[in-house]
């Protein structure tokens, strides 16, 4: 069975750093685009950053741009999501997904999706 696991979420203040990761199992993700979103209380499901299986192509989205890094380790099957400068609205529960089609991950549409961690920032 496919199986996305994310973990590092936590309770942190404003102007500080998490690294989230997402273990991936049960196949390899070979030409798969993967990606981290969030949700917020009373919001939409938006993307957060998304990177190609080489890691060359990344996005960002403009609310994180410069703060967030996508990275992923093919050998280990695992994709990362550093945070810096963490805002009070970056608090949310962030997901990890995988599509062959970059395109339809930036629509939400993931073939895997994990449970998600929770990250909550305070001020």
């Known amino acids: 069975q496919v199986q996305l696991v994310e973990s590092g979420g936590g309770l942190v203040q404003a102007g500080g750093s998490l690294r989230l990761s997402c273990a991936a199992s049960?196949?390899?993700?070979?030409?798969?685009?993967m990606g981290w979103f969030r949700q917020a209380p009373g919001k939409e499901r938006e993307a957060v950053a998304i990177?190609?299986?080489?890691?060359?192509?990344?996005y960002y989205a403009d609310s994180v741009k410069g703060r967030f890094t996508i990275s992923r380790d093919n050998a280990k099957n695992t994709v990362y999501l550093q945070m810096k400068s963490l805002k009070p609205e970056d608090t949310a529960v962030y997901y990890c997904?995988?599509?062959?089609?970059?395109?339809?991950?930036?629509?939400?549409?993931?073939?895997?999706w994990g449970q998600g961690t929770q990250v909550t920032v305070s001020s």
């Open positions: 049960g196949r390899t993700f070979s030409g798969y685009y």
């Open positions: 997904a995988a599509n062959t089609n970059e395109g339809s991950l930036r629509l939400l549409r993931g073939d895997y």
């Open positions: 990177i190609s299986w080489s890691g060359v192509n990344t």
